[in-house]
């Protein structure tokens, strides 16, 4: 085995900070930029939850809160669900464990390009101000669903048609202005900054999620943008790029030939990657979660990178499932119903691949752990709903239903943020040096589990009735039973119980920032490198004097033959810390194409 | 151990709640029974699939819980393992697409002869149009929609001088022969739904979209707006009567042709004049 | 290194070990630079997308493309090929020409701004209004994008003009040099590309 | 281990002939596309995408490039590759919207 010497890091040059205000607010340092895009994610995420009980209020008791009318309801509907999508999982996962994440676990000091990382972060902060300044422009927000279809996002009888949805589209450009620079950090900083040793191959499936999912947005967004763009000039210039000629409210408008459906269509380019943008960082995250906590490697790690890159790919030629019934050519349901139907065997696999890397684990089933198990229930429980959906004709009845809804909570709404919840779990004790409270977190996993699995399972139920999505009251409909409201009121109780636990979390954040028991360095006993830094939480510069080196993949656990049962990414072969000397293991171990060049260059 | 017990009463918990839920499909009413079967049979391989993985996992996790002194297994991977659950992945989902895509064919193939009628939406009504005695409708634009031709029918079309014009929330529809229904929008998105048929699609202003559908079973039904078109989206009801071939015709009947509904004959041309 | 390794093998894992965490052989910017012009790519490749799609609708007239297009494209083409001068005078290390260069291609990029400023005045001068028709609107938006980008492409150009002048070192700037001159490069192409499917249509 | 035995597993025989195999089905493919006779834009789409593929093949195999920066060359080629899709796509739903004013609309 030959010994190779740390590598000769060109010395970056770290912008040091000496004041308050360099430290914490115009920080450049990755990890400080982290807590702030999470912290502000997790601020608007507040804001959406709160929305979100608006709405079960006016739907469990209608009638009953009279300050909720049909124009607030399709407000809160619309910031709820962007809000959500966008501001919170997008900013949380690229933003908050991107930045944390990427230069840690790589082996890097800090982001390639600091100060455009921190532009990144004040940018979306604006784009965060623009879109709460929506709610003091007048008219308030645009109540034109998260979708934002046109005509209606831009006509008179949608609230918010006059600025609600100007400062909408304004804060999505900046929020895609924000994504693009953090983004081609990110990429940058995965291609180029690894430390010796750390090859593609071995990086945790985190990064790969992580890195899959940036490139994905960043080819994606630009779809969004121009949209929006088109969209911003059909409400102020008056062109007609989507308008086709419209009588609103008994008037000739002045628009002719353009075509509602080019939107639509260009939303969905964006918006059907946007949903795997933030299912693919919750897949990498968990992955490592579970194999930490089994105390087992990841189960099928090739499969897994692999599945990753082509849900990636795959995932721009099925956008049009959202358009089953928009009055597009019918004949592409026959090719969009066949391209996600198929993206379901990658993804199957990675859920098989969880399930295995748990079988012959030795399973800790602390709150992590807990909550990446809720993952895997939640997830395949919504994927395989997603399976009705893609498959064309099941969809004609059950879109725009109570079952679209329960389908992209349950793998949207509930899996990723069990995700979130389970990983700031397990790197709240890196970040600051401290635990989070563990009865505290079983309780806040067992309500939330139980609950979110209340709220929509037999919201599945509604949406086979027919009960219709987008709706501000069901009166008198005669398909609609009595016992479906009373099903409604019940959802609405089990939402705002699951939503008052939140709070418990809130405490347990701010308290064990002080008074929780210390972490030390590697409390969960993992091989990653972020476990492996000399300070916890990590000085700035992350390494000390000099960067780790690499010798094995990021799942060495339960080596047979090792001393302990898992071995960090940086350390170096020895008789009590092997790596793998021959594959008895798999099932095949000729593999003709394995193998290539190294490089040499530092 | 906790979870181990709840993933268990989950996945029972949810094949009772399926089996006994009360929350079903109002039964069909039109040919599209075929998408209720294969609802079902979607539910049985899904339901099978959902079963599975979390008996698997709570097995899992009950069998290989934590033990100081127990190692885990050391196992990259397994080729043939993940090979198979490949295709038998592949064998499952095909078995759904397949049966979904034939029927697919179906509904995008109007048969020959089907009945027309027009649905018109505007924010927040419906209103709808018959082609008359010719079968055939006329053609309408958005541009001729003048407070006297509400429906933008173009003046100088013949086909369209027997077309029905009905300014109604209620329309009724002949059991037992395939019907094309047309759907146009003067101003935004809607969607045209009566859960009994199980089909709905979209009007889209600036273009006519379509579905089929023969309806087999006489009655009432609530007719609703499936896509969001503003405030009044939740109002944006009707209702869809279906009824004998008689009794259709009789009801027909008692509405005006679009050359009835024309205010004086020297105005016809009137209708092109349009607000660009 | 490719996804077929079998990372937790002892072979695979001598030669990782020896393996630097670069990718490419690239500097970081231009690997960034290599990305963000993907991402552009993208944008204009669906506001084409947009333009095709639109313009097979009826109510499409196409519109007199003002002669100063021509001209401009003449100054963009100036300004690329100033740029590479710049470079290349950067890689011999003369760097009174790489001054000159740069200054000359910001130059030309700032006339080719502000010709297409005046394609804009005479459209409207000429009552092709945005709102007018969709052949219009896209006029103006697809050059306004293009413009935008190149404005941007100007920010980083200051930069790098700004240090040459302090008197940096041209080994210092030549990074900067050389990322402009693909940025303008790569600009040009797109600006073709986006003429001729305008002036076709 | 040595770099040099690296390099030297790196091209076995077998995958040679693989390639093989996996050209003369894509210019199958391409030859198809003809043969079917799909047309306009979706046509153009499918021979552009075979000949990227192709392409990508034989530069990646053939020419000895390092996997890695390959590996890139894909991640930023792809999604152009499936915008083409979209060309194609939307192409033809230009082509039924039109139809269908034509038709119900008068003009
Ligand atoms: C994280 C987000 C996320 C994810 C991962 C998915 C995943 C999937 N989604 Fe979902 N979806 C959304 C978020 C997401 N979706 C959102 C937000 C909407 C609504 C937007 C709106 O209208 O507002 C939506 C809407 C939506 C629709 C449109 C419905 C409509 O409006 O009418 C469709 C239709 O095809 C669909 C399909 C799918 C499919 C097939 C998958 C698949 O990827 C799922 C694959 C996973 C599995 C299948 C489970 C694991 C598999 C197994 C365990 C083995 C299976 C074995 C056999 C079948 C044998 N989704
Ligand atoms: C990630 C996405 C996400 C999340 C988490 C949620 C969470 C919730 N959503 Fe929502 N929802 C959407 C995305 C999401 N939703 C979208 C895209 C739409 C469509 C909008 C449209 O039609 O235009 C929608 C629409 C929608 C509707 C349909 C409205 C209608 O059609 O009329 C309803 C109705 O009940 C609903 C309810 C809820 C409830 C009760 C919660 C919850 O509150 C559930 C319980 C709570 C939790 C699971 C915890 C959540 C945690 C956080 C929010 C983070 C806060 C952070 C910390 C505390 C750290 N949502
Ligand atoms: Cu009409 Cu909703
Ligand atoms: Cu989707």
């Given amino acids: 085995m030959v010994y190779v010497p740390p590598q000769e890091v060109e010395d970056v040059h770290l912008h040091d900070p000496d004041t308050f205000m360099t430290k914490y607010i115009w920080s450049q340092d990755h990890k400080v930029i982290a807590v702030q895009y999470s912290l502000t994610a997790i601020a608007v995420g507040l804001v959406a939850l709160v929305l979100s009980l608006m709405m079960r209020l006016q739907l469990g008791w209608p009638g009953v809160f009279d300050f909720i009318d049909p124009e607030s309801y399709y407000q809160f509907v619309t910031m709820h669900g962007m809000i959500m999508v966008i501001y919170l999982l997008t900013a949380l996962f690229l933003g908050g464990f991107g930045n944390y994440l990427i230069p840690l676990m790589l082996g890097a000091r800090d982001m390639v390009f600091p100060f455009l990382n921190m532009l990144s972060y004040w940018v979306y902060l604006l784009s965060v101000i623009v879109l709460m300044s929506s709610y003091f422009v007048p008219g308030g927000p645009t109540g034109a669903g998260w979708t934002l279809y046109p005509p209606q996002a831009i006509l ?273 004790p890196k970040v600051t040096g401290r635990m989070l409270d563990d009865r505290l977190g079983r309780f806040h996993f067992w309500v939330t589990f139980l609950g979110t699995y209340a709220i929509y399972f037999p919201m599945h139920y509604l949406g086979f009735i027919g009960v219709p999505r987008r709706y501000y009251a069901y009166e008198d409909f005669d398909f609609i039973p009595e016992s479906a409201i009373t099903l409604n009121e019940n959802i609405s109780i089990a939402a705002l119980v699951v939503g008052a636990v939140q709070l418990v979390f809130l405490y347990n954040l701010v308290i064990s920032y002080r008074r929780g028991k210390l972490a030390g360095s590697n409390p969960w006993e993992a091989t990653t490198l972020e476990w492996q830094t000399p300070q916890t939480p990590p000085a700035h510069g992350n390494w000390g004097d000099t960067l780790p080196v690499v010798y094995r993949w990021a799942y060495d656990y339960s080596v047979p033959g090792a001393a302990k049962d898992f071995l960090p990414q940086n350390q170096p072969p020895s008789d009590d810390a092997p790596v793998q000397e021959e594959d008895n293991l798999g099932f095949d171990s000729t593999d003709p194409a394995s193998g290539g060049g190294t490089r040499e260059d530092a | 151990m906790a979870i181990v017990i709840v993933l268990v009463l989950m996945a029972v918990g949810s094949v009772l709640f399926h089996i006994w839920t009360p929350w079903w499909f109002t039964e069909v009413a039109s040919n599209w029974g075929a998408i209720d079967e294969l609802i079902v049979f979607t539910f049985a391989i899904t339901g099978f699939v959902f079963v599975a993985v979390v008996l698997f996992t709570a097995y899992a996790i009950y069998k290989f819980r934590y033990k100081e002194d127990r190692r885990a297994d050391y196992e990259p991977e397994n080729k043939k393992l993940e090979f198979w659950l490949t295709v038998v992945t592949a064998i499952g989902v095909m078995a759904l697409l397949a049966p979904g895509l034939a029927v697919w064919a179906d509904f995008v193939t109007v048969p020959e002869g089907a009945e027309e009628f027009e649905v018109v939406g505007e924010q927040w009504n419906w209103t709808f149009r018959f082609p008359g005695a010719d079968g055939k409708l006329g053609t309408a634009d958005v541009a001729n929609i003048t407070y006297d031709n509400p429906f933008g029918m173009n003046a100088d079309d013949p086909n369209g001088q027997d077309d029905v014009l009905i300014e109604d929330y209620e329309v009724h529809l002949p059991i037992g022969s395939p019907i094309k229904v047309l759907l146009r929008s003067k101003d935004v998105l809607h969607d045209f739904w009566v859960p009994q048929f199980r089909a709905k699609m979209d009007l889209v202003p600036g273009l006519e979209s379509h579905f089929w559908f023969t309806p087999t079973r006489e009655g009432t039904f609530d007719l609703l707006c499936a896509e969001l078109c503003g405030v009044g989206h939740y109002t944006m009801r009707g209702k869809v009567t279906i009824e004998s071939e008689e009794a259709f015709k009789a009801w027909l009947a008692a509405y005006p042709t679009y050359a009835e509904t024309v205010p004086a004959p020297s105005d016809t041309g009137g209708g092109a004049a349009s607000g660009q | 290194m490719s996804i077929l390794d079998k990372p937790w093998m002892a072979e695979r894992s001598a030669i990782d070990n020896a393996v630097s965490g670069g990718s490419l052989n690239f500097p970081k910017a231009r690997v960034a630079l290599i990305f963000l012009m993907a991402v552009i790519t993208v944008l204009f490749m669906l506001f084409s997308v947009a333009y095709k799609m639109r313009m097979e609708l009826a109510d499409w007239r196409a519109l007199a493309d003002p002669s100063v297009l021509w001209i401009n494209t003449g100054f963009l083409i100036l300004s690329s090929v100033a740029m590479q001068w710049a470079v290349s005078s950067a890689r011999k290390g003369k760097a009174e020409n790489v001054k000159l260069g740069m200054a000359l291609g910001g130059a030309f990029a700032l006339a080719f701004l502000i010709g297409q400023y005046m394609a804009w005045l005479q459209l409207r001068a000429a009552g092709f209004y945005a709102a007018g028709n969709p052949a219009n609107a896209f006029f103006y938006l697809i050059t306004a994008m293009h413009g935008l980008h190149m404005l941007g492409g100007l920010v980083a150009w200051t930069r790098s003009t700004a240090r040459l002048w302090r008197g940096n070192d041209v080994a210092d700037v030549k990074l900067g040099v050389e990322l402009c001159a693909t940025y303008w490069h790569f600009l040009l192409v797109v600006w073709l590309g986006l003429f001729a499917m305008l002036i076709s249509t | 281990m040595t770099h040099a035995k690296a390099e030297a597993q790196t091209h076995s025989l077998g995958i040679y002939f693989k390639i093989w195999a996996l050209l003369f089905v894509l210019s199958a493919l391409s030859y198809m596309v003809d043969i079917l006779g799909f047309e306009s834009y979706l046509r153009w789409a499918l021979i552009l995408t075979f000949m990227f593929l192709k392409a990508g093949l034989i530069i990646s195999v053939f020419m000895h490039m390092m996997w890695e920066r390959l590996a890139m060359m894909y991640a930023i080629l792809l999604p152009p590759l499936l915008l083409l899709v979209f060309i194609a796509l939307m192409s033809l739903e230009s082509d039924y919207t039109f139809m269908t004013r034509v038709v119900f609309f008068g003009h």
């Fill in chain 1, 156 to 428: 008179q009888g949608t609230p918010g048609a006059d600025w609600g949805i100007v400062t909408m589209l304004a804060s999505l450009a900046l929020f895609i202005v924000a994504f693009t620079m953090g983004g081609l950090n990110y990429v940058t900083t995965v291609l180029q900054a690894r430390t010796r040793g750390m090859t593609l191959m071995r990086m945790p499936l985190s990064i790969w999620g992580i890195f899959v999912a940036t490139i994905l947005g960043l080819l994606a967004f630009p779809a969004l943008l121009v949209s929006a763009v088109m969209l911003l000039l059909d409400k102020l210039v008056g062109t007609s790029f989507f308008m086709p000629a419209i009588v609103s409210m008994g008037e000739q408008l002045d628009y002719s030939g353009g075509s509602p459906i080019l939107f639509q269509h260009l939303f969905w380019f964006f918006g059907h990657p946007e949903v795997y943008i933030v299912a693919l960082p919750a897949f990498g995250l968990v992955s490592d979660l579970l194999s930490t906590h089994a105390r087992k490697n990841i189960f099928g790690y090739r499969m897994m990178v692999w599945a990753i890159v082509a849900i990636g790919g795959l995932s721009f030629v099925v956008w049009a499932h959202h358009m089953y019934v928009s009055g597009m050519n019918p004949y592409f349901g026959f090719f969009f119903a066949t391209t996600t139907l198929i993206i379901a065997v990658p993804t199957a696999l990675k859920v098989y691949n969880w399930t295995l890397t748990l079988w012959r684990g030795n399973i800790r089933l602390n709150v992590p752990m807990l909550f990446a198990i809720g993952f895997i229930v939640t997830f395949t429980n919504g994927g395989l709903t997603g399976l009705f959906l893609g498959n064309v004709i099941v969809d004609i009845p059950l879109s725009d239903t109570y079952f679209v809804v329960a389908h992209f909570h349950m793998v949207m709404g509930v899996s990723p943020i069990m995700v979130v919840f389970g990983s700031i779990y397990h790197w709240y």
